[in-house]
């Protein structure tokens, strides 16, 4: 029995899909490249984490001085940092 062709505007895209395909794609050249060298892309990917894992708080860091009050630390008992935005006169 002949099945009518689907309507092209019923089609739902499945983004997910083609966004793993580009991965995909991207992802072979650097498993070639660490093949061939596996030193550097141990370094590399060590590298990556430390920027990921360090990004984080950073971020935290950023989001609390912008919303937050001063952030004030002491270090070894001597010194006492305090990080703040500066003040806007908004009354000019």
């Given amino acids: 029995m002949h099945v009518p062709p689907t309507d092209p505007a019923s089609r739902r895209t499945d983004w997910q899909a083609i966004l ?6 991207a992802a ?3 498993v070639l490249w660490a093949v061939e ?4 892309a141990v370094a ?8 990921a894992v360090a990004a984080r708080p ?3 860091l950023a989001h609390c001085l912008y919303g937050c009050r001063p952030l004030t630390v002491d270090l070894a008992g001597r010194v006492r940092l305090t990080i703040t ?3 806007t006169d908004d009354s000019s």
């Fill in 58 to 60: 950073a971020w935290r």
């Fill in 28 to 30: 072979v050249p650097v």
């Fill in 85 to 87: 935005r500066p003040r």
């Fill in 44 to 51: 590399t990917l060590g590298v990556v984490v430390g920027l």
């Fill in 20 to 25: 793993t395909g580009y991965a995909l794609v």
């Fill in 37 to 40: 060298n596996p030193a550097t």
